[in-house]
């Protein structure tokens, strides 16, 4: 990416590379994105689904993704009260392109990737 393509401004700090990869700088951010490419789900089942997250945690998380418009939340007007979370369009099309890749890498290249950390840690 050069700034002759008009996608970086004056300071590489401010190029929206960065803008999109600090969607991946919070560790459960792709975690809840990937909990919620099945479909909506209540925050227990997004807890359940993903397993060694605490409340406070997925709150952060979840406000987060909503202030970025990842997620979307619906409040149903029933008794007692019901709240989905969802991908928005622009959610589900980070879920099913940069982060289908992502994680199509990490398969194909997970033994390279660990063996070079093991090697670092022994040196």
């Given at each position: 990416m050069t700034d002759h393509e008009g996608h970086c401004y004056e300071f590489v700090a401010d190029c929206r590379l960065r803008a999109a990869t600090d969607l991946f700088a919070h560790t459960w951010d792709p975690v809840v994105l990937a909990a919620l490419r099945a479909g909506p789900r209540r925050r227990r089942e997004l807890r359940a689904a993903i397993g060694g997250m605490s409340d406070k945690v997925l709150t952060d998380t979840l406000h987060r993704l909503l202030s970025s418009g990842l997620v979307d939340r619906h409040a149903h007007a029933e008794a007692p009260p019901r709240v989905e979370y969802s991908l928005t369009?622009?959610?589900?099309?980070?879920?099913?392109?940069?982060?289908?890749?992502?994680?199509?890498?990490a398969v194909e290249h997970s033994d390279e990737l660990l063996e070079a950390q093991d090697n670092a840690t022994i040196g």
């Open positions: 369009r622009l959610g589900q099309s980070l879920v099913e392109g940069p982060m289908v890749a992502l994680g199509r890498w």
